[in-house]
DNA sequence: GTAACCAGTTTACTAATAGATACTAGTGTA
DNA sequence: TACACTAGTATCTATTAGTAAACTGGTTAC
């Protein structure tokens, strides 16, 4: 019985951390909220994801195009321009997003309210 | 304009990297959803953590402890027992959980389903 | 033609995270 | 007295994550 409870548990650890591991580290979040207000182009992101260098960005985008939440365009221009957008499937993220904001604020309040 | 929302935007991600940070890492939501199934020793929870060794249990606690998601409670027996069970704040964390887990479980069949 | 911008890559380094293993100090059991 | 268990700590190593700065190759503006 208890074994059933442990397996059960370990099963559900399982997209808790694949979500985890999305999101885990320094810049991922930072880009992909930068993208929610809108696409943007390599040099623009490098600009507004303050404090990121060009190879993390590079490294960064590459990764979230893999897990297919960001969608990376060639523009058809010359010079050409290189576009990064969400994908609808990034876009998925803004209810974890708001509730891990929701709970970081409650966080934040009762460190500082100490 | 543009300038009012990009501050904006860092500030909201504040606490959103607050949360992160607190659950981020192999072993913080392991030990806390070992932990929603109810309060555990130190040797316990080593053994239904799987794979984790003494060291990181004990960093990884300290760090729970200091962020007051745990607590740590010598109990007076002989010989000593500890018991590490969530505050009423670390069981706040279900919703997040919840909402990670679902997420991921989507991610997953996305990522496999192709 | 030269200076500057775009979309990155390369190289070299440091810092943080995690693992393996051994160890300690106290208690309980046979 | 020997062995095992509890709750950890200490030491060393390997891997991963992140930083800094220079460099490429193409384009456009002066």
Redesign the interface.
């Known amino acids: 019985m208890a074994e059933k409870?442990?397996e059960e548990?370990?099963k559900?650890?399982?997209?808790?951390?694949?979500?985890?591991d999305?999101?885990?580290g320094k810049w991922k979040?930072?880009i992909i909220?930068?993208l929610f207000?809108g696409n943007k182009r390599f040099k623009e992101l490098e600009r507004?994801v303050?404090g990121i260098t060009g190879k993390m960005l590079s490294k960064e985008l590459k990764d979230l195009e893999t897990?297919?939440l960001v969608k990376r365009t060639v523009l058809d221009t010359s010079p050409v321009a290189v576009e990064y957008s969400l994908t609808k499937?990034g876009k998925?993220?803004e209810?974890?997003?708001t509730?891990?904001?929701?709970?970081?604020?409650?966080?934040?309040k009762?460190?500082i309210g100490k």
Chains 1, 2 share one sequence.
């Open positions: 409870i442990k548990c370990e559900r650890l399982l997209p808790v951390r694949d979500a985890l999305i999101l885990s979040l930072p909220v930068a207000f507004e303050k897990n297919q499937y998925s993220l209810k974890l997003i509730e891990l904001y929701k709970w970081g604020e409650k966080h934040r009762m460190i």
